[in-house]
């Protein structure tokens, strides 16, 4: 069983900074690939930035070098920086996390975060 706890969401203003953290826990053995998705109200799911094991990073296009995604191996966490947010920010931001049993991968989600930017 493998447990994600996010925190860090909630109300911010335009342009305004929030820091989403995840902790993972329970059953862990090996973590590969952590990332964390939104799902906007009537949107589908999207990718917001991954990172792998050894620290590469991905994002997606409409992060602009405003969020930075990180990970302490060590804690078991991820943690997403977002700078910079727009109103078009605004959605329920999950962290996954990918473990390797044996010869399998298995990705979990966590329940997910409310991010709103509003004035």
């Known amino acids: 069983q493998v447990q994600l706890m996010e925190s860090g969401g909630g109300l911010v203003q335009p342009g305004g900074s929030l820091r989403l953290s995840c902790l993972a826990s329970g059953s862990l053995h090996r973590i590969n690939d952590m990332a964390w998705y939104r799902q906007a109200p009537g949107e589908q799911r999207e990718l917001v930035a991954s990172i792998t094991r050894d620290g590469v990073t991905n994002y997606a296009d409409f992060v602009q070098g405003r969020f930075t995604i990180s990970r302490d191996n060590d804690k078991n966490t991820v943690s997403l920086q977002m700078k910079s947010l727009k109103p078009e920010d605004t959605a329920v931001y999950s962290c996954?996390?990918?473990?390797?049993?044996?010869?399998?991968?298995?990705?979990?989600w966590g329940q997910g975060t409310q991010v709103t930017v509003s004035s």
């Open positions: 996954t996390v990918k473990i390797q049993r044996g010869f399998s991968s298995y990705t979990y």
